[in-house]
């Protein structure tokens, strides 16, 4: 079975700080990719970053990266430099056969 | 590039109707793929269809159904509406390759059951 799990409902984090989103995920699938996608309060879902399975490296878009340990099974979000725009849902998501996602952390940002 | 497009934005329904939701996606995307989110569970998968076949499917009832045109564009049908299928129904489209491209989501249609 494929599953996703973020254990943080929810997150809070001053403006100009870095926060950490935790997600773990489950699959038995060899080839897959994970993301992380943002939801505003406008509700549009839109990618925040991706990260292949098979790249160790991992994934880093401005001021979003990722911390993936494999073995693990983990896939983290780093958020540098908080801003007021960054408030939103997060969902992480696996993606192998289909595309699964988590129950979702909702961040605030404090001014 | 026109994003997905979900078609109507809200809905009001009674209990037993049956309701239709559309989905335009992204020009060139050939899968769609449906998500009924809800504030417990989160987004749960409800399938997902590539040139015009359903190519996956989530665990709900048969009540959920959907098709996809020659075109690209979905829609899915809920028959014999329950309380519990009130909730934010979500579209994406993709290409659909085997790099597991992202998705691109729609705004979604609110379906309130009474």
């Known amino acids: 079975a494929q599953t996703v799990t973020q254990s943080q409902p929810e997150m809070s984090v001053q403006e100009a700080e870095t926060v950490t989103l935790s997600c773990t995920y489950d699959?038995?699938?060899?080839?897959?990719?994970l993301f992380w996608y943002k939801q505003p309060p406008s509700r549009q879902m839109i990618l925040v970053i991706r990260?292949?399975?098979?790249?160790?490296q991992n994934a880093t878009e401005n001021r979003f990266s990722v911390n993936f340990q494999k073995a693990a099974k983990s896939f983290s979000l780093k958020i540098s430099d908080s801003q007021l725009g960054d408030a939103a849902m997060y969902f992480c998501?696996?993606?192998?056969?289909?595309?699964?996602f988590g129950a979702g952390t909702r961040l605030f940002v404090k001014a | 590039k026109a994003g997905v497009t979900q078609t109507p934005r809200y809905l009001i329904k009674t209990r037993g109707q049956q309701v239709t939701l559309s989905c335009s996606p992204i020009?060139?995307?050939?899968?769609v793929s449906w998500y009924q989110q809800t504030p417990g569970q989160g987004l749960q998968f409800l399938f997902e269809?590539?040139?015009?076949?359903?190519?996956n499917k989530g665990n709900f009832p048969g009540r959920f159904s959907g098709r996809q045109f020659s075109n690209s564009r979905s829609e899915m049908n809920v028959s014999t509406l329950e309380l519990g299928d009130s909730a934010l129904y979500l579209c994406?489209?993709?290409?659909?390759?085997?790099?597991?491209?992202?998705?691109?989501f729609g705004n979604g249609t609110r379906l309130t059951v009474t």
């Open positions: 699959t038995s699938e060899s080839d897959y990719y």
């Open positions: 998501a696996s993606s192998g056969f289909k595309t699964i």
């Open positions: 020009s060139g995307h050939r899968s």
């Open positions: 990260q292949e399975a098979y790249k160790q």
């Open positions: 269809y590539f040139s015009e076949t359903q190519r």
């Open positions: 994406a489209s993709s290409s659909g390759g085997s790099d597991n491209s992202p998705l691109h």
